[in-house]
Structures are given as C-alpha cells and as structure tokens.
C-alpha cells in the first residue's frame, strides 16, 4: 500500500514540473514586424510574463534599433500591458475573463533592416506561482513544498474540468439551435421544392390542354 501511494506521489509530482514549464520560447523578429503570442487562460488564473531582447554585443548598450512595443490583451480587447520602446520588461495580472490572451511584439521600422533576437516566457495557473519564495517564507520542507503543489494542481485540474464542462454545455446548447435551425430550414427547403414542383406540374398540364394534347 504504502508502495502504491509513493508512485501516486511521484507521478503527481512529475505532474507538477511538468504543469510549472509553461510557454518559454525563444524568436526571431525583423525590424518593421509584428509577432503575436497567443495563451488560452480562464478567469480568475494568475498569469505572468517576462521578455527580452538578447543583446547582439554583450556587454555594450542596446543599438536604437534595437527597440519594442509589446502589448498582452484579452479576446475582447481589453490592454493588461503596454510596454513602449522597451528591451526588456514583465508583466503579471489575474485573469478576469476565459479565452485567448495575445501578447504582441511591434519592432521598429529600420534601414537597413535588422533582426532581433527575443527570449519570452509565458506563465499561468500553478506555473504562474513562484514557489522559491514560499519555500523561503514559511521555512517548510521540501516534502510540504511539494503537497502544496499537488493541492494547487488538483485545485487547478478541479477548476478546470468545471470550465470544459461549461463549455461542452455551451457547444451542447449551440448544438441544439444548430439543428433546429436546419431542421426548420430543411423544412421550409422542401415545402418550397414541393411548390415550384407542383407550380410546374400546373403549367404543364394547362399547357398541354391549351395545345388539345389531353
């Protein structure tokens, strides 16, 4: 038994690294460009981001081309950061509506054009959470480090079976109107072939009885 609840401990701990990953991603983006990053987050989720050019001489100033807009909104247009003629920067907020959260990346019109270089690294949910210093604060264990994870994975994993059940209940109802919707429109399809059928018919017939052919 005991050997049983150890594996089942481990496995949701490789569950928790692996949910602490997150978006880290590297990229290239030319002068005049736009990239855009996209992150589907639910409400009430803590989010957050750091990103960077990477300096193409180290250990000398950024040169002026080498310069960022960069803006994180919701799908409905709604601005969490704005970061204006940056290098560099981070951002954190609490989600207050589910869907797709972009981050975009403008880069300076420059002749000639160059290339930049940017380290970006997206985070949400328990990922979202920066353990080294709970661990630092509360002076616990490792062993306590790592059930508090677990807590937050089953609480995030609860959390978000509840939002794909609305959403399977949302594409259910759609569903529903979906086939209404066909069903009254093949319907209204056949009651009109019906009448430009028997419209034709009619024609037909009054045809045929004025030339005496019935």
């Known amino acids: 038994m005991c050997g049983l609840n150890l594996g089942f401990i481990v496995i949701m701990i490789g569950l928790v690294v692996e949910t602490e990953i997150g978006e880290s991603m590297r990229f290239e983006l030319e002068s005049g460009k736009t990239k855009c990053i996209a992150e589907d987050i639910k409400a009430n989720a803590m989010t957050v981001g750091k990103y960077s050019i990477v300096n193409p001489s180290e250990g000398q100033p950024f040169p002026d081309s080498h310069k960022l807009v960069v803006r994180v909104s919701s799908s409905k247009g709604n601005n969490y950061h704005l970061g204006d003629q940056v290098d560099s920067g981070t951002f954190g907020f609490l989600a207050t509506e589910s869907g797709d959260y972009t981050t975009c990346f403008w880069a300076n019109k420059h002749k000639p054009p160059v290339k930049m270089t940017i380290d970006f690294e997206w985070k949400s949910g328990v990922a979202a959470k920066d ?7 509360g002076q ?5 480090i790592e059930l508090k994870k677990l807590y937050d994975t089953v609480a995030s994993i609860h959390e978000e079976m509840f939002y794909l059940r609305e959403r399977e209940e949302e594409m259910q109802e759609l569903n529903k109107e979906t086939n209404s919707k066909m069903a009254t429109f093949s319907f209204f399809s056949l009651l009109l072939c019906l009448s430009v059928a028997g419209l034709q018919i009619w024609h037909l017939k009054s045809f045929f009885e004025r030339k005496k052919l019935l």
């Open 131 to 137: 353990w080294s210093k709970i661990a630092k604060k």
């Open 140 to 144: 616990v264990e490792a062993m306590e």
